[in-house]
Nanobody, 122 residues
Framework: QVQLVESGGGLSQAGGSLRLSCAASGRIFSINLMAWYRQAPGKQRELVAQITSGGMTNYADSVKGRFTISRENAKNTMYLEMNSLRPEDTAVYYC????????????????WGQGTQVTVSS
């Protein structure tokens, strides 16, 4: 069974920085696309950033220039470097892999992590 586990959340003051990690575990053959989502209280979950195994990235307008997504394919790990944090960045951050192919050829669809809380105080 494949899993995604986030870490690195916590409390920051406005203007501060945090780094999130998302580690995929299990008998993984490949993961093409990985993404970070977030969900603030009372709001829908939204895409923050995504990255392909080839390094192509895409960001939500609200985080462009402040957040950087990256990954280490050999470690099946993705990161989100968050700088210039704002109170409106407060949310639970989730990582997602739309498709994970296991080494037995099984396709695992829409795999989510459990989430990590990010709180930014003003």
């Amino acid at each position: 069974q494949v899993q995604l586990v986030e870490s690195g959340g916590g409390l920051s003051q406005a203007g501060g920085s945090l780094r999130l990690s998302c580690a995929a575990s299990g008998r993984i053959f490949s993961i093409n696309l990985m993404a970070w989502y977030r969900q603030a209280p009372g709001k829908q979950r939204e895409l923050v950033a995504q990255i392909t195994s080839g390094g192509m990235t895409n960001y939500a307008d609200s985080v462009k220039g402040r957040f950087t997504i990256s990954r280490e394919n050999a470690k099946n790990t993705m990161y989100l470097e968050m700088n210039s944090l704002r109170p409106e960045d407060t949310a639970v951050y989730y990582c997602k892999a739309p498709l994970i192919i296991t080494d037995s050829g099984r396709y695992e669809n829409n795999v989510w992590g459990q989430g990590t809380q990010v709180t930014v105080s003003s």
